[in-house]
């Protein structure tokens, strides 16, 4: 008998295998938490001269999310409406819900103005960029 070991050859060690799973986990996990809310990554998708809504749809202090537009509509004071991105510029969730004068991201909550698109709350740091539309009687498009 020789003194060779006769233990067979292995693959990677126990430890490269382990890093290598934790590293897939954390990929995974933080691609998550970007795109999580299944909106739509661009902006202002919708085309030009499509009526998004009636003026009696948008609350007064309020507003409406389209989330297959990629805006929200907004009436800060009777009869005069602004649009937002409905991407929040946390992390690009979009934007869930309008009330009592903001806007509010489901994600983390950050809250937006619905007067300008400015932060109210974070943790987003960035206001809401405006997007434009029209108001030609009782219609909003988007421009």
Do not use: W
Not at 85 to 92: D, L, V
Request: glycine content about 14%.
């Amino acid at each position: 008998m020789n003194s060779a070991s006769t233990r067979p050859t292995a693959g990677p060690d126990r430890r490269t295998v382990i890093a290598a799973a934790g590293a897939a986990g954390l990929t995974v996990a933080l691609a998550a938490c970007g795109s999580g809310d299944g909106g739509s990554d661009a902006a202002g998708t919708g085309s030009a001269g499509d009526a998004l809504a009636r003026t009696s749809d948008i609350p007064e202090g309020g507003g409406k999310v389209f989330k297959d537009k990629g805006v929200v509509v907004t009436q800060p004071s009777a009869g005069t409406y602004k649009a937002f991105s409905s991407k929040c510029t946390h992390q690009g969730c979009s934007v869930g819900s309008v009330a009592d004068g903001v806007i509010v991201c489901p994600c983390h909550n950050s809250h937006f103005s619905v007067t300008d698109g400015s932060v109210k709350r974070g943790p987003a740091t960035a206001p809401l960029p405006e997007e434009k539309i029209t108001v030609s009687g009782d219609e909003i498009k988007l421009a």
